[in-house]
Structures are given as structure tokens and as C-alpha cells.
């Protein structure tokens, strides 16, 4: 029996994932595992592009939507190198673990080493759950976007 490979928009294996900031602080802020946000980066439902933020993508499945920008290496340098990155999210037991971001050929022995990346990256910007609309927090309403937002989320609760 074949078994047909999904067809998206974006073909995500040709990236190393990796978390921004703001990304970490909303997974931890909505205890997102950091094991169900690689099980939608690496099966994902869906990948499609943003209507409204161009260049950014949509990764959706198991619960959650990644919003992420790839990185597009104009020169690729496969000897090009990064600094090991932990990032911290939720584990199961509610306190915080720092976890490396998995980038082939990484140096596993000694973490201050610089390592050799062979992909570009794929960087998670946000990350909140598919299909549910929560409440704008305040430092969104300060940009146009977090007030059209907050626009949707009022008429989503029948109110605007």
C-alpha cells in the first residue's frame, strides 16, 4: 500500500526549526509542550501562507498554529556557523527545562563549540492554538494589527 506524502505550500524538511523569544514566552505563558510543537512542525495538518503578514507561514496540526518566517540563504554557506541555542518550554511536570534546538551535525559533546548548520532555518515567531479565538492581551493593542485583532475577537463573541 503507497502511501501519498502531503503536499503544502512549503516543504518544511528543508529547515532547521528554530523558536524566537516571543515564541518561547507564549508556548511557556500557555504551557505548549515543546514535544506537541515539534510534532505539528514535523506533521503537520497544514502549511500555507499568511494572507496578511507576506513571507510568513502558517504551520497548523495536533492542537496548534506556528506562525514562522523561513529563512532564505540568498549565498548558501554550508560551512556557515551558529551558536548552540537553548530555548525553555514547559515540561510535563510544570517546571521549565532548557532544551537545544536539534541542528544536524551539532556538536553534542561540547555545547560551546560554534556548529556546522547544513539548513537554512525555519523560525516560529508566535504560536497559539488553531481555531480558537482568546483575548487580545494589552501590548497587542498597541500596533494596527493587535486592534484589528481584538476587532475580530469582539465580533467572534457576538459583541461588535
Known amino acids: 500500500m503507497k ?3 502531503k503536499r503544502f505550500a512549503l516543504d518544511l524538511s528543508r529547515y532547521a526549526l528554530r ?16 514535544e506537541t510543537i515539534e510534532k505539528t512542525y514535523n506533521d503537520p495538518e497544514r502549511v500555507y501562507p499568511s494572507g496578511s503578514h507576506p513571507g ?3 504551520v497548523t496540526g495536533h492542537g496548534l498554529c506556528l506562525v ?4 532564505e540563504m540568498s549565498h548558501p554557506n554550508p560551512n556557515q ?30 555545547e560551546s563549540l560554534p556548529v556546522v548548520r547544513k539548513k537554512p532555518f525555519f523560525t516560529i515567531i508566535t504560536i497559539y492554538q ?9 501590548d497587542q493593542l498597541n500596533t494596527p494589527e493587535g486592534k484589528k485583532y481584538a476587532e475580530r475577537y469582539m465580533k467572534g463573541l457576538g459583541r461588535g
Not at 481555531?131 to 492581551?137: G, H, K
Open 3 to 5: 502511501v501519498e506524502k
Open 19 to 34: 523558536i524566537s523569544r516571543h515564541a518561547q514566552r507564549m508556548a511557556n505563558e500557555k504551557n505548549f509542550s515543546l
Open 56 to 58: 510568513q507561514y502558517r
Open 68 to 71: 514562522g518566517v523561513p529563512e
Open 81 to 110: 556557523t551558529v551558536p548552540r541555542t537553548p530555548i525553555s518550554i514547559p515540561s510535563s511536570n510544570n517546571g521549565h527545562v532548557g532544551v537545544p534546538i536539534n541542528i544536524p551535525g551539532q556538536d553534542e559533546e561540547n
Open 130 to 138: 488553531d481555531n480558537v479565538l482568546t483575548p487580545p492581551r494589552s
